[in-house]
């Protein structure tokens, strides 16, 4: 089983450290919840077979197509009344790129931790570019999210459509 390492605060406020061997980092962020702590940090303990899994998913980037879907789902399930952690927990459970899996279940715990979406996301800059960022911001704010995040999927899509057509053209 992984080991975690956790810094927490008490009720009093106190900086707490430790160690929890646990399956996932929401088992022990669950578990820290439930002792009454509140979570700052999580880190997995990285064991040699997970290091080579990161340099292969390293390798392997997270495309933008992935990234327009990943807009959609969440803007249907934000839609249909879902909390934002409960929607991007849904929606990380159905994607297959691991890489962008462990970014979104960061998301959350960064969200469970006290940041709002935009801050959380914007922690990943490689996936997460600033428009998108921005766009969260004032759909955080305005309390339009499932909107925007429609909107950004629809202009993710037309976007990827242009280049396809100029990369068309070009090889002609």
Not at 20 to 34: C, F, G
Not at 100 to 122: R, T
Not at 149 to 158: C, D, P
Request: zero cysteines; glycine letters at 6%.
């Amino acid at each position: 089983m992984p080991k975690y390492t956790y810094r927490a605060r008490d009720k009093s406020g106190q900086l707490i450290t430790g160690a929890i061997e646990s399956q996932d980092k929401y088992a022990v962020a669950s578990s820290l919840r439930n002792l009454g702590y509140s979570i700052v940090q999580i880190t997995a303990q990285p064991r040699i077979q997970d290091l080579t899994s990161s340099f292969i998913q390293n390798i392997r980037g997270i495309s933008r197509r992935e990234i327009i879907v990943f807009t959609r789902q969440l803007a249907t399930l934000l839609r249909t009344g879902n909390t934002l952690t409960s929607s991007l927990d849904n929606v990380a459970e159905q994607i297959r790129n691991q890489r962008l899996k462990d970014i979104i279940k960061q998301v959350i715990l960064d969200i469970q931790g006290g940041l709002s979406f935009s801050k959380a996301a914007s922690k990943h800059p490689k996936v997460f570019d600033d428009f998108f960022v921005s766009m969260v911001r004032v759909g955080e704010a305005g309390g339009l999210l499932d909107e925007v995040l429609e909107r950004l999927a629809q202009l993710g899509t037309q976007e990827l459509e242009i280049r396809t057509r100029i990369q068309s053209s070009l090889i002609y």
